[in-house]
């Protein structure tokens, strides 16, 4: 396997494109802070069919709610790595600013 290296400026990187790091990629893009979500693609919720105690989403395949979550981090200018990527790199320039 080759890996890729990506640079792009952003205020925060949250590793793990899971629940919890979706919901708080997307409330940092509700803030206008650069997002990048890194993830590699294998949830630690793997062997569940099913997802219990999230809120609107009782007894739906994790896999599903990732792809909602995915896009709704996409809308608010997020920005997420394909699943099975690994490395990430946020480049920052002193003084810039957020994106």
Known sequence: MRSVTVSRHCDVTV????????AAALQLS???????????GTPRNAPAAHMHGYLG???????????VGRAEVR???????????WLC???TTAGSGST
Do not use: F, K, N
């Open 75 to 85: 809308s608010m200018a997020g920005r997420c790595s394909p699943a099975g990527s």
């Open 89 to 91: 790199t946020a480049a």
């Open 15 to 22: 590793i793990g494109g899971s629940a919890a790091g979706l």
């Open 57 to 67: 989403h009782e007894g739906a395949a994790p896999g599903a709610l990732t792809g």
């Open 30 to 40: 509700r803030q206008r802070r650069g997002v990048v979500v890194v993830d590699d």
